[in-house]
């Protein structure tokens, strides 16, 4: 009988198998991971692809999550339940990525502990994809236009190790930067390889879903929001995750790019109109987060996250309607077995 997976990559797709995923697929198989894909109202009944647990919608609505039965379809937030199915399968580490998203030479697991890490210093925005490349005309989505001029902010090696139970890795080819770069100046780009950059508590940085590693003190800092534009969804649940995790005293870990996106077709100008609530908001929801009196230690993230989430429906940046959800999150992971 094999050992169960330590590793599970997550993705939510309405394709058939693409190449990307069949690479992750097989780099998985090598060191014993497993693929977890949630499906959507498009795409395939079926996915043609061995070793791999896809849910379909009728499986996720027969999965026993509450959640599963009140998520939209046709919505990013589906992943939801691949992460629920992650973490009650026993994953140690969760890896989430999309399905343009293929494994460069260097993908390998990583550890929850950075020993050669660059720290920001300072306190506020900074720009992290400044730290990987020596062009400026390069930022992530979700980054306040308004501070696009800010000078890189300083780094300092770090003094000791580093845990992070969140880390993102930057992206080749096509990185995740915003409409408006896309609509400006939209060409290939790849970023060098320098050692990862911490952020801490106080220092903010979009990250996204592309390809980005959790360990189970932010398993519930996974929760993707629905009630919100589709090109903020990952923001935003950036931004809480963020936050949740200066109450542990960390922050997200960036490293150098792992994998190359061979970027799916997308309209532009479409992506500039559902970022505009970013462009309108990023700041502001910073600003309100930050604010926030979160209770210390792990036992607290889930109901730190439920604080966050309620804090920004007070705001009116979610409708009321998110905090459903966010509780029926709350009660699956509740429900998990206890490792």
């Known amino acids: 009988m094999s050992a169960r997976p330590g590793l599970f990559a997550v993705v939510t797709t309405i394709q058939a198998p693409t190449p990307a995923v069949r690479e992750l697929q097989r780099r998985l198989a090598q060191i014993g991971g497993r693929l977890v894909v949630a499906g959507d109202q498009k795409g395939p ?8 647990d896809f849910l379909s919608l009728e499986a996720q609505r027969t999965s026993g999550f509450a959640l599963a039965s009140s998520l939209p379809t046709g919505h990013y937030a589906r992943k939801n339940v691949g992460y629920l199915q992650a973490i009650r399968a026993g994953a140690a580490c969760i890896y989430e990525t999309d399905d343009d998203n293929a494994p460069l030479a260097t993908w390998a697991p ?11 210093v300072g306190a506020g925005w900074t720009n992290v994809y400044r730290h990987f490349t020596d062009d400026p ?26 845990r992070a139970p969140i880390q993102q890795g930057l992206v080749n080819g096509s990185p995740d930067v915003d409409a408006v770069w896309r609509l400006t100046q939209d060409r290939p780009f790849d970023f060098e390889v320098r050692a990862p950059v911490a952020l801490g508590p106080g220092q ?13 003190a932010a398993y ?5 929001p629905s009630h919100c534009s589709f090109r903020m969804c990952d923001i935003w649940k950036g931004f809480i995750a963020q936050r949740c995790l200066w109450a542990l005293g960390a922050g997200v870990v960036f490293h150098s790019p792992e994998v ?3 970027r799916n077709p997308h309209d532009y100008r479409r992506d500039f109109e559902d ?20 209770a210390p230690g792990e036992a607290a993230v889930a109901d730190n996250l439920r604080a966050c989430y309620a804090a920004l429906v007070s705001a009116r940046i979610f409708p009321p309607e998110e905090l459903a959800l966010v509780a029926a999150w709350r009660a699956d992971l509740e429900r998990m077995p206890k490792p």
Do not use: H, K, M
Not at 45 to 52: G, H, K, T
Not at 141 to 161: I, K, M, N, S, Y
């Open 275 to 294: 970022e505009v609530p970013g462009y309108l908001q990023n700041a502001r929801i910073a600003e309100i987060l930050a604010g926030l009196a979160l």
């Open 45 to 52: 009944a079926a996915f043609d692809l061995p070793d791999c």
């Open 220 to 224: 519930p800092l996974l929760y993707v």
């Open 110 to 120: 990583r550890a929850e502990t950075v020993a050669d890490a660059r720290r920001i």
């Open 137 to 162: 005309q390069i930022w992530p989505r979700g980054f306040p236009l308004e501070r696009f001029a800010d000078p890189p902010a300083p780094v300092v090696p770090a003094d000791a190790t580093v």
């Open 204 to 216: 903010w940085c979009p990250f996204n879903t592309q390809s980005t590693w959790w360990w189970p």
């Open 260 to 262: 190359v996106q061979d």
